[in-house]
Nanobody, 124 residues
Framework: QEQLVESGGGLVQAGGSLRLSCAASGRTFRGDTMGWFRQAPGKERDFVASISWNDSPRYQDSVKGRFTISRDSAKNTVYLQMDSLKPEDTAVYYC??????????????????WGQGTQVTVSS
């Protein structure tokens, strides 16, 4: 059974850092685009970052220069390093996989598999 499991969330002060991990199992996600989305209370699930099968990253404008996405294909794991965190980054963060590429990967409907989410809370 295909599964994505996020970890690394928590409570951090503004300006701090967190590193999220997403471990994939059940199938190889080596050829997929892997993405991170986030959802704050009462809001839609928004694109944060993605990384293609050939390690090409894409970021939402608000996280450029602060967040870095990477993947370790040997470990079937994708990471999201989050630095200079702001209170507005507070949300549940979800990992997902997609067989699509290009700008479509910023949309939730492009993704086939989703993790359960991990809470990130940034205090001011």
């Amino acid at each position: 059974q295909e599964q994505l499991v996020e970890s690394g969330g928590g409570l951090v002060q503004a300006g701090g850092s967190l590193r999220l991990s997403c471990a994939a199992s059940g199938r190889t996600f080596r050829g997929d685009t892997m993405g991170w989305f986030r959802q704050a209370p009462g809001k839609e699930r928004d694109f944060v970052a993605s990384i293609s099968w050939n390690d090409s990253p894409r970021y939402q404008d608000s996280v450029k220069g602060r967040f870095t996405i990477s993947r370790d294909s040997a470990k079937n794991t994708v990471y999201l390093q989050m630095d200079s965190l702001k209170p507005e980054d507070t949300a549940v963060y979800y990992c997902a996989s997609s067989s699509w590429s290009g700008s479509a990967v910023t949309r939730t409907h492009a993704y086939d598999y989703w993790g359960q989410g991990t809470q990130v809370t940034v205090s001011s």
